[in-house]
């Protein structure tokens, strides 16, 4: 099974964006189903989930997130679709991320 991390950084601050919900989706016919729905930790990561190779949405919920600060948002959910097609392979999905703008890689 793949795995699959992210680092989401709050680069408005430069600290690590802790407490932001992320949903894993993979790719299940026309649509895509839930795989695991988690909370960045202290120092702004998600590590460790697992699954099939395949297309995958990582969803964001950066709306919650920013409000919860009292920041207004442009971004209220960010999706990255990446292709996770190496089964023996780690996906690490990085997102810099400021109430107006945001940017990601492949990361290792």
Known sequence: MSTVSSHVL???LGRPA???GLTLYRREGDGFAPVRT????S???VA???TEP???RLRFATGDWFATRGTPTFYPEID???DAADPEASYHVPLLLSPFAYSTYRGS
């Open 48 to 50: 460790g989930w697992t």
């Open 54 to 56: 395949g297309l995958h």
């Open 10 to 12: 709050d680069a408005a």
């Open 43 to 45: 120092d702004g990561r």
């Open 18 to 20: 802790a407490g932001l």
């Open 80 to 82: 990255i679709v990446f």
């Open 38 to 41: 988690g909370t960045t930790d």
